[in-house]
T-cell receptor, first 110, second 111 residues
Framework: GQQVMQIPQYQHVQEGEDFTTYCNSS?????IQWYKQRPGGHPVFLIQ?????EVKKQKRLTFQFGEAKKNSSLHITATQTTDVGTYFC??????????FGQGTRLTINP | SQTIHQWPATLVQPVGSPLSLECTVE??????LYWYRQAAGRGLQLLFY??????ISSEVPQNLSASRPQDRQFILSSKKLLLSDSGFYLC??????????FGPGTRLTVL
């Protein structure tokens, strides 16, 4: 079945540094979604990318969808302590089943 | 607006005891419903999903089962819990292949 790999598994940065997490799928995706899970909380939807080569921005967060629709990235510029958490990418296998990557856990030294 | 409820928030159960976790959704009709389990510091493991009343797809063979007796109600059950069933159980809903909305989760500890 479809696999979604995410790297790195962990990332520790100094506050103000940039952060990037990468997501790769074994199959072409119809769309890619990103979620954030704060420590002790539940995953919260951030964004969905649909088009090949699409780039979307949310304030300091930049999301990219690869040309082949098999990879994606999330880049955070000038991290803040509020960015702490685990970031997951996910892609649908078929119309109902969402396959999640393993997540990248971001910790920040203030 | 849509709301998803899960209860209980935390649960401590002995090995071999039964389990019943309930999830209900408000404000939407005929949602896709999902049960996930998350081990400490790990990713999300899809356990079951449902596209309609009485329709359950199982992703992982184990001692858990799921039921959807009503359109917006999803129940996760076990007849006899194992130590390995400990984890953070999350219910989620979506419409077709759009974003998923997660409930607050149930932290289950099996002793």
């Amino acid at each position: 079945g479809q696999q979604v790999m995410q790297i790195p598994q962990y990332q520790h940065v100094q506050e103000g540094e940039d952060f990037t997490t990468y997501c790769n799928s074994s199959t072409t995706l119809s769309n890619i979604q990103w979620y954030k899970q704060r420590p002790g909380g539940h995953p919260v939807f951030l964004i969905q990318l649909v088009k090949s080569g699409e780039v979307k921005k949310q304030k300091r967060l930049t999301f990219q969808f690869g040309e082949a629709k098999k990879n994606s990235s999330l880049h955070i510029t000038a991290t803040q302590t509020t960015d702490v958490g685990t970031y997951f990418c996910a892609g649908y296998q078929g119309a109902q089943k969402l396959v999640f990557g393993q997540g990248t856990r971001l910790t920040i030294n203030p | 607006s849509q709301t998803i409820h899960q209860w209980p928030a935390t649960l401590v159960q002995p090995v071999g005891s039964p389990l019943s976790l309930e999830c209900t959704v408000e404000g939407t009709s005929n949602p896709n419903l999902y049960w996930y389990r998350q081990a400490a510091g790990r990713g999300l493991q899809l356990l079951f999903y449902s596209v309609g009343i009485g329709q359950i797809s199982s992703e992982v063979p184990q001692n858990l089962s799921a039921s959807r007796p009503q359109d917006r109600q999803f129940i996760l059950s076990s007849k006899k819990l194992l130590l390995s069933d400990s984890g953070f159980y999350l219910c989620a809903w979506s419409v077709w292949n759009n974003e998923q909305f997660f409930g607050p989760g149930t932290r289950l500890t099996v002793l």
